[in-house]
């Protein structure tokens, strides 16, 4: 009877130090990964906007808002978020005249990529070097599902297809107002990456 007691007694130690070090062991890594991940949205969209050049003819020149919020853990949100603005026409001769610049913006999206509007001004400069004041009003409404892509581990992008329409103005003068469309630049959408 000792024998088997033991015996016994050996196996119970044996499980309670196995269960002891199942216990010893870290919890898994995401607290830690939580603390390097970058997170960052996207939305853009594309106008096609008419250009009259020097001489007497007009093109369709291309005109740009891209806005972006990004942060790093432990921020929560981008206390400095802002907009692409650019325009690029190219006229007949080859000539060109193109402006951008980035510019303060403040932002506001939903949950899901469903919204996002986005309004700010600023300075930019044009081909010649000369600067412009640029403001712009564009909201973008999502239409498509929610697309993912995983990258890798703990980096993956969502991107839904969106409807964009706005107000831009350039050197107070109303440049776009109404839905984003260019018969040859990307549709609009919504886009979050976040990465470890």
Known sequence: MPAASS????????????IGALLAVPAPASAESDKSRFFEETAEAFWAV???????????????????????YPDTDDVDPTARVQYLAVCPDGSSFTWGGIV????????????VTASGSGTV?????????????????????????????????????AIASGVVTFDGAVLVDGQ?????????FIRTDLEK
Do not use: M, Y
């Open 125 to 161: 400069r044009d081909i010649f070097s000369e600067t412009h004041t640029v403001s712009f009003e564009v909201s973008w409404t999502a239409v498509g599902p929610i697309e993912t892509t995983v990258n890798g581990p703990g980096s993956s992008r969502k991107q839904r297809e």
């Open 7 to 18: 015996h016994l007694g050996r196996r119970s130690v044996v499980t309670l130090a196995a």
């Open 180 to 188: 984003a469309l260019h018969p040859t630049r990307p549709e609009p």
């Open 104 to 115: 303060p913006a403040t932002i506001t999206s939903s949950e899901n990529l469903k919204q």
């Open 50 to 72: 008419p250009h009259d050049c020097p001489d007497g003819s007009t093109v369709t020149a291309t005109l740009l808002v891209r806005t972006t919020r990004d942060f790093e």
